[in-house]
């Protein structure tokens, strides 16, 4: 689909007219009545609360055998994979209203939506012990030629992405209009290193870039990766080209919410080499989603342990005595506490060493995030390319935006619900989030009204209802030496009988991480118990 | 003086009676229907005239001055009605609005006018010569004006010219006056620039009416629009020139009444001809009820299903008593059932309890994009299956193997990877060019040697040879058509964006 001369004129129009967007014309297509909507999530009244500490002394709530602090998709790992190895007595402590985490979503009467998480890859090859849950939920529906076959109805649809450049769109998300023959080579030199990655194996026979990442080889030269950051490694490495850069710091800051001079080289590797899923029925790089993201995981793990789920339920603190682990929470009235012969703390780690100072992890550092849901009365359109699941614009410090709808194969949906995913990469995270939580929702809405009419000038009055969500803590950030260096490898030791599950464990932050680090505690908390 | 306010008199009939016919024709151009429109637009024309009548009563000074005036902006906003009602045709919410607002005001302009040169006239004639003078000069005006525009303007200038080209008569009514008087006034020459502008305008727009015209989105197709409507799924338009009726969704051709019949049988008889007594049918798209009007010409048929998206597809082809005549009717049919839903969700919806269809004909847009190219999936045929028995027959009306080859043979290879064995043929359709289908079994197809009489272009010996392909239109190998990478739309845009003609 090459652009006409007539398209690129048209084109060129259209991006000046975004560019006079500014906070000029924002006059002239902001709402007369603000959208409703509202800052919605994250419990911060609570979390508030903890950091204060002042709780009244708990009453005496019961005992179990194990209890699960945080119901993200670790903690609900860890308890579905108790769950099935008869470990029935068990409670999860949610402080939000909802288990998921990060993997939460939400629904209207158009569609779900995600909050956060929102796909998972292809199983890894070291993903074996994925492949059961696959199976249990019927994502894997068989096999082929020794290749699980995948759910059709959750591979990403095609078209997968497209990128918003000059006025217009293109199909993919490395820059082809307006590029050289120069940035071309390096475009290919760059994708073909990364699949000779995906490959290589070390002396120890791993992969150099494994999903668990601690599957990877222990190899000291790539090790050594982890010491400089993604743009460094990439000069060095002879890649100068200006889009390419453009491309590698959007993988980055999509999958980890750290711009890639300020990331670990390791991780940005690790993002384009680590996935090397294979399927029966779909091309290796696919992706699995569903209309809720990875709300959808959340809800199937969450099934079978509602009755076992205590949310509203802020844990302060977690103590070792001699009749058990004492967890101490507060339900919004009453301090309560609740006595366990183990404890899985399955919340990010700078909360656990809250809880539980011997947990303390300083080294421990988090990208703030915003994300908004918008329900939207028409499909966004758009010059060039079709609407994709992923809309990504370029040299925006959003992500672009998800179309909720994308995997529902009704030919036109009229309505639908599009999310933005903004990692508030501009400034130090600490500065980020204090700025972030400083804003009214008429801020956040000004902000990404204006983001969304500078590109779909057709969405102006059709925007119906939006929610934003700020996560102050979203990820953990692989900075140099983070993923090989001390705390983590320190963090990742467990002391019974107090366990820990948690993305954040690994140094990226995603759904096999968070799944391994659950079945992991649970299979340690099992061997405890026995 | 007199004579010349005479003439005057006359142009003014003509022109007024020019505006309402080009209204007139524009709204049954546009809207269809045009014994409605005209009725309603020369209601509208006389009764604003009534209200101009009424007005001109107001007006107590310098008749002369206000006469020149009117007639300077009769001829402004009727000489560009036209061009006016053109261009907004499609960017107006209520373009009925739009309409009778124009009819409306120039009525009451004329309307203004004959009063107003009556009291001029008053006091140089008796006023039984008044009368009479005048009125005879107006209805020789109308008189002229009705004769001239079907058999001059219409076929040799067209609206939008005919229009300028009357506006510029009412100006240069206004300047010859201007330049008639003999004492000076003070007043004149503010009006002489005024029709000097305005004659420019006219002028422009009388030049540049090739250019409006092609502006204008009635202009893209065929003949003449009879039906256009924006649904929340597409644009439908509806055009006709002589006895061709086209239907165009978002601008593509779907059919030709001069050769439909070649398409629809086609699409229908090898497969409704082939099955021993087809009873329950499934049409998916298909919404104008030709290919139903095929299907019904089998009494064996019980029950028809057709999934369309779009309510003002069936409920245009099922009202308009035109497309009602091309169709016999068939939308109408007691056998019929009209489901207007998304044909995907609803083969998924029937999955719990699938009803099993003897015959399913699938005559769908082609997969111009990513919407459409769904319908053409692995994922939509697994569905299919779902409702076919080991003996039902589906056809799918799959693009041109001659423009794309490779498209029409994704088409195929799709089938065949989603379970089906597949007999692909193709038949000329003029409007179209060479185009195929695929018919998609449990078992093998066999063509049949047997059709139903009265058919126009099927019979047993071109059956026979619609499923034999020349070298340049064989079977090629391509990719699979799957929601999760859907070459089809790939190879779909390549080849058509080369063909010149699309
Ligand atoms: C915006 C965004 C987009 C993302 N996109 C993707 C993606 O597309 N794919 C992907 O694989 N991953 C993605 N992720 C990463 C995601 O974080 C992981 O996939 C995974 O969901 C993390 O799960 P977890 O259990 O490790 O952590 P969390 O989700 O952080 O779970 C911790 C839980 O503990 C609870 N908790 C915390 N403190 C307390 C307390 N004191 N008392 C009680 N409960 C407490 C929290 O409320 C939470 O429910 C994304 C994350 C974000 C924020």
């Known amino acids: 689909m090459k652009p006409t001369r007539r398209q690129l004129l048209y084109g060129s129009g259209a991006a000046a007219l975004g560019a006079a967007l500014s906070p000029f014309a924002w006059d002239a297509v902001k709402p007369k009545k603000p959208i409703p909507g509202a800052i919605v999530g994250a419990n911060s009244a609570f979390g508030h609360r903890l950091r204060e500490g002042a709780f009244p002394p708990p009453i005496d709530s019961g005992q179990h055998e194990v209890i699960i602090v945080g119901s993200g998709i670790a903690g609900l790992s860890a308890a579905y994979n108790l769950d099935k190895a008869g470990v029935t007595d068990i409670r999860l402590l949610e402080l939000e209203d909802h288990s998921g985490g990060n993997a939460h979503s939400g629904h209207n009467a158009v569609s779900a939506y995600p909050w956060g998480a929102h796909y998972v890859p292809l199983l890894s090859s070291e993903s074996g012990h994925i492949k059961e849950l696959f199976r249990d939920f019927g994502i894997i529906t068989g096999e082929d030629k020794g290749l699980p076959v995948y759910n059709e109805d959750y591979i990403l649809n095609d078209p997968d992405e497209r990128l918003f450049i000059d006025g217009r769109w293109q199909e993919g998300l490395l820059p082809t209009l307006g590029v050289t023959a120069e940035d071309q080579v390096q475009y290919k030199r760059f994708l073909a290193h990364m699949e000779a990655f995906k490959i290589e194996r070390g002396r120890d026979g791993r992969r150099l870039f494994a999903i668990p990442i601690d599957e990877s080889s222990a190899d000291a030269e790539t090790r050594a990766l982890d010491r400089l950051t993604m743009k460094n490694w990439m000069l060095s490495a002879g890649y100068t080209s200006e889009p390419l850069h453009g491309f590698v710091d959007y993988g980055c800051r999509d999958d980890f919410g750290v711009r890639h001079d300020e990331i670990s080289a390791y991780a940005g590797i690790h993002y384009f080499a680590g996935r090397d899923g294979k399927a029966a029925n779909t091309a290796p790089d696919s992706v699995l989603t569903w209309p809720e993201g990875n709300g959808f995981l959340a809800h199937k793990l969450a099934a079978p342990l509602s009755n076992r789920i205590i949310s509203g339920a802020l844990v302060y603190s977690v103590r070792e005595t001699s009749g058990g682990v004492t967890v101490d929470y507060w339900d919004g009235h009453t301090s309560r506490r609740l006595t366990a012969r183990a404890v899985i703390m399955a919340a990010p780690r700078f909360i656990a060493g809250r809880l539980m100072p011997e947990l303390a992890a300083p080294g421990f550092t988090y990208a703030p995030w915003v994300v908004a849901n918008l329900t939207l009365d028409k499909l966004p359109e758009g010059r060039g390319a079709d609407l994709a699941w992923d809309n990504v614009i370029k040299d925006s410090p959003t992500l672009g935006y998800v179309v909720a709808t994308h995997q529902i194969p009704q030919m036109q949906p009229l309505r639908t619900v599009i999310t933005y995913y903004w990692p508030l990469t501009h400034a130090a995270p600490a500065e980020a989030r204090k700025e972030a939580l400083a804003r009214s929702y008429e801020d956040w809405q000004r902000l990404f009204l204006s983001e969304l009419y500078r590109v779909h000038p057709e969405l102006v009055g059709q925007v119906r209802h939006m929610d934003v969500w700020l996560w102050g803590h979203a990820m953990i950030r692989p900075v140099p030496g983070f993923i090989w260096g001390e705390p983590r490898q320190a963090a990742l030791k467990q002391t019974p009988p107090v366990f820990t599950a948690h993305s954040d464990m690994s140094g990226i932050s995603i759904f096999e991480e968070a799944y391994t680090h659950g079945l992991k505690a649970a299979q340690a908390v099992r061997a405890f118990l026995a | ?502």
């Open chain 2, 1 to 502: 003086m007199q004579r010349l306010l005479l003439i005057s008199v006359f142009v003014i009939a003509t022109c007024g009676l020019i505006y309402e016919l080009i209204a007139g024709t524009l709204a049954s151009y546009l809207l269809g229907d045009s014994i409605t429109q005209f009725s309603t637009i020369i209601g509208t024309y006389l009764f604003a005239m009534g209200i101009g009548s009424w007005a001109s009563a107001k007006v107590d000074k310098n008749l002369l001055a206000f006469f020149i005036r009117i007639e300077i902006l009769v001829g402004l906003i009727g000489g560009s009605s036209a061009a006016i009602l053109f261009l907004l045709f499609d960017q107006v919410a209520s373009f009925r609005f739009l309409l009778y607002f124009i009819v409306t005001v120039i009525g009451i302009l004329v309307g203004i006018e004959i009063p107003i040169l009556l009291r001029i006239l008053k006091d140089r004639y008796e006023f039984k010569d008044l009368v009479s003078r005048v009125f005879t000069f107006d209805y020789i005006g109308a008189l002229f004006a009705s004769i001239l525009f079907p058999l001059v303007l219409v076929p040799h200038l067209g609206l939008i010219r005919s229009s300028f080209m009357f506006g510029t008569f009412n100006v240069l009514v206004a300047l010859w006056l201007l330049y008639s008087l003999k004492e000076p006034q003070p007043w004149v020459r503010l009006h002489k620039i005024a029709a000097g502008l305005v004659l420019i305008i006219l002028t422009f727009g009388f030049i540049s009416s090739d250019k409006i015209t092609s502006l204008s989105e009635s202009n893209n197709f065929a003949g003449h629009v009879i039906f256009a409507k924006s649904t929340p799924y597409q644009r439908i338009i509806v055009t006709r020139q002589q006895n061709d009726i086209r239907l165009y969704l978002n601008s593509n051709l779907q059919f030709s009444s001069q050769d439909e019949y070649r398409y629809h049988e086609a699409l229908v008889h090898p497969v409704m001809s082939a099955l021993k007594a087809p009873k329950n049918i499934l049409i998916i798209g298909g919404g104008d009820g030709l290919a139903l009007r095929e299907i019904l010409k089998y009494p064996s048929v019980g029950h028809v299903t057709l999934v369309d998206l779009d309510p003002a597809m069936t409920k245009l082809f099922s009202s308009s008593p035109m497309l009602r005549k091309l169709n016999t009717d068939s939308l109408h049919s007691p056998k019929l059932k009209i489901v207007n839903a998304d044909a995907f969700m609803w083969l998924k919806q029937q999955r719990a309890n699938p009803p099993i269809f003897d015959a399913v004909f699938i005559d769908l847009p082609d997969p111009s994009n990513f919407s459409i190219g769904k319908l053409y999936s692995t994922a939509f045929y697994g569905l299919l299956h779902s409702v076919m028995g080991p003996d039902s027959l589906a056809v799918i009306q799959s693009t041109s193997p001659l423009v794309a080859r490779q498209s029409f043979w994704c088409v195929n290879n799709t089938l065949r990877a989603s379970g089906f064995q597949t007999a692909p043929y193709h038949a000329l359709v003029p409007a179209f060019g060479d185009w195929g289908y695929v018919i998609a079994s449990n078992r093998p197809y066999t063509v049949p040697t047997q059709y139903p009489a009265g058919l126009r272009f099927i019979d047993a010996d071109t059956a026979r040879d619609m499923f034999s392909f020349p070298p340049d239109m064989g079977p090629v190998a391509t990719k699979i058509q799957r929601l999760d990478d859907q070459a089809l739309i790939h190879y779909f845009d390549e080849e058509w964006s080369k063909y010149l003609i699309y």
